[in-house]
């Protein structure tokens, strides 16, 4: 290279003539050169020794390899893997003192929304210290009357942003934490957090229980998450929230032997359940086509971000009731698939952490088809190419940053758990295996699965090797699935792509329909096909 003029540059974020130095190249078609650049950080330093950078870098990633550990799952494919290991860096970069941020600039504080998604993927990456770390600052706000304040500004306390999601969020994310661990002493120390937020659900519900049928019974207006719509309305994220809040409390206040709560908080959920159907109905009508983001918005795209938690992380509606069938063939038809598998939300921008957490519904829908478009288009839509990591909203014109950070940690914590989901999903006292593999996963040679992967029954290996010839049409030559482990009361099971000729596995192996069940135990299954 070569320096330029030697002028002093200006002191100003941009300017013309900043340029310091011209490399003068000629480079045949498709032909590249890189360049190496170290420089010091620090006004006044020494100029690097080039080894002594290299050194540093090789240190920094080792560290990271540590931190990050052995991955837990094994894939076929090297796109995939490479997007789910920098999807945990981006989620450990994330943490600040007082919990995970989901951006380090626009979103720089606490969400307990984004910290319950975050938190329920450390969990499933065995992460339990770090959650346990950071759940007093969800509730560190939290008022007489059971209200959680939503946004935490670090150094300022909590935004004065009406939303009624948080409640929920910080009731799902102690009770998964106490599932992944037993951790017992803390759930007896946190319960009455938990207790207070149910009973702000309940306080909530009565300002609405002589509403007109459009809106009885489920919550008031509020901001919501706020890409969903205006404080005025009603959003029914909120309710799909709240039901799950309901729940998992009832779930938790059975654990420390509080039973009048539990009961009240069952038969809340219930009550809750049946008014948030009951007004999709008044607003839609009986035979509802879909269900919209509330009643007074039955046509934006928040419909489908505000219904994605309706199947999770507690199921509110059944993945087969033909409501949630219809809603999110809705919701793919108008927001997905005129977009190749992007999701596009407001202001006509791409969201792909949008985009993953419905890639989550469409797992538990059996819709391999838009579950693998969408991942498809976020792993070749990078906001940064090569780097694994996605802004908040993307513009669809140029693929580019548009709004918010980058990288988005929700978009980090929803990639990781998609992922973890397409190989192990827990469905009530079951677990799901390998919801997401496609078939050209399982061609002869590969292998597929997790090893001590952190569930709620304790840590579970599932790996899959295969002699087959895969086609649309006919599979031939053998599958082996080895299952060990954990053992989920209602065993193991697997939504087959294609019937085996037969199956030779333990006792209590049998085929359901289309699904393959294997007993608690797990244990080794042949499936032959012929």
């Known amino acids: 290279g070569r320096s330029l003029n030697g002028s002093t540059l200006p002191c100003a974020p941009a300017a013309d003539g900043m340029a310091v130095l011209a490399y003068d190249l000629d480079l045949a078609a498709a032909a590249t050169w890189n360049l190496t650049l170290t420089f010091p950080t620090t006004p006044g330093a020494n100029a690097p020794n080039p080894q002594r950078a290299a050194t540093a870098l090789a240190q920094t990633r080792a560290a990271w390899q540590a931190e990050i550990g052995t991955p837990d799952i094994t894939l076929p494919d090297g796109f995939v893997m490479n997007g789910y290991k920098a999807s945990i860096g981006y989620l450990l970069i994330a943490l600040d003192p007082d919990g995970p941020h989901p951006g380090p600039l626009e979103h720089d504080a606490l969400w307990v929304r984004d910290a319950a998604f975050i938190g329920e993927t450390l969990l499933s990456l065995g992460y339990n210290d770090i959650v346990a770390d950071y759940i007093p600052s969800l509730f560190a706000y939290q008022r007489e009357d059971g209200y959680v304040p939503a946004i935490i500004e670090p150094g300022h306390g909590p935004r004065p942003d009406v939303e009624w999601d948080a409640q929920g969020q910080l009731i799902f994310l102690i009770a998964d934490y106490y599932r992944h661990t037993g951790d017992y002493a803390r759930l007896v120390e946190w319960y009455p957090h938990v207790r207070a937020a149910a009973a702000f659900l309940v306080t909530l519900r009565q300002e609405t229980a002589v509403n007109p049928a459009t809106t009885r019974g489920i919550l008031p207006p509020s901001k919501s998450a706020e890409d969903l719509g205006p404080e005025e309305r009603h959003h029914y994220w909120d309710d799909f929230w709240a039901v799950a809040g309901l729940e998992e409390g009832a779930f938790l206040a059975d654990a420390v032997g509080d039973t009048d709560a539990a009961a009240w908080m069952q038969a809340e959920a219930a009550d809750l359940r049946t008014a948030?159907?009951?007004?999709?109905?008044?607003?839609?009508?009986?035979?509802?086509?879909?269900?919209?983001?509330?009643?007074?918005?039955?046509?934006?795209?928040?419909?489908?971000?505000?219904?994605?938690?309706?199947?999770?992380?507690?199921?509110?509606?059944?993945?087969?009731?033909?409501?949630?069938?219809?809603?999110?063939?809705?919701?793919?038809?108008?927001?997905?698939?005129?977009?190749?598998?992007?999701?596009?939300?407001?202001?006509?921008?791409?969201?792909?952490?949008?985009?993953?957490?419905?890639?989550?519904?469409?797992?538990?829908?059996?819709?391999?088809?838009?579950?693998?478009?969408?991942?498809?288009?976020?792993?070749?839509?990078?906001?940064?190419?090569?780097?694994?990591?996605?802004?908040?909203?993307?513009?669809?014109?140029?693929?580019?940053?548009?709004?918010?950070?980058?990288?988005?940690a929700w978009a980090a914590s929803s990639y990781v758990t998609l992922i973890r989901e397409m190989l192990l999903l827990r469905d009530g006292d079951a677990l799901e295996l390998f919801a997401g593999v496609p078939g050209s996963w399982l061609e002869a040679g590969e292998v597929v699965g997790v090893t001590d992967a952190p569930t709620p029954f304790g840590p579970v290996t599932a790996v899959t090797h295969s002699t087959l010839t895969v086609s649309d049409e006919a599979w031939q030559g053998d599958l082996t699935i080895s299952v060990s482990g954990a053992q989920p009361p209602d065993g193991f099971r697997w939504r087959l792509p294609q019937l085996p000729t037969t199956i030779d596995g333990p006792p209590g192996t049998h085929l359901d329909g289309a699904w393959l069940r294997l007993p608690p135990s797990g244990g080794v299954v042949t499936l032959t096909y012929r």
């Open 276 to 408: 948030l159907r009951a007004s999709i109905e008044a607003v839609m009508g009986p035979d509802p086509a879909y269900i919209p983001n509330g009643p007074e918005d039955v046509d934006s795209s928040a419909m489908a971000r505000g219904t994605a938690n309706s199947l999770y992380p507690v199921t509110v509606f059944a993945p087969t009731d033909p409501l949630i069938v219809r809603s999110f063939d809705e919701y793919y038809a108008r927001w997905i698939a005129p977009y190749g598998g992007g999701y596009q939300h407001i202001y006509g921008q791409l969201w792909p952490y949008g985009g993953l957490g419905l890639a989550r519904d469409y797992v538990r829908l059996g819709r391999h088809d838009i579950l693998h478009q969408i991942l498809g288009w976020t792993l070749t839509n990078q906001t940064l190419p090569g780097v694994f990591a996605w802004a908040e909203q993307v513009n669809p014109a140029t693929g580019g940053f548009s709004g918010g950070d980058m990288p988005h």
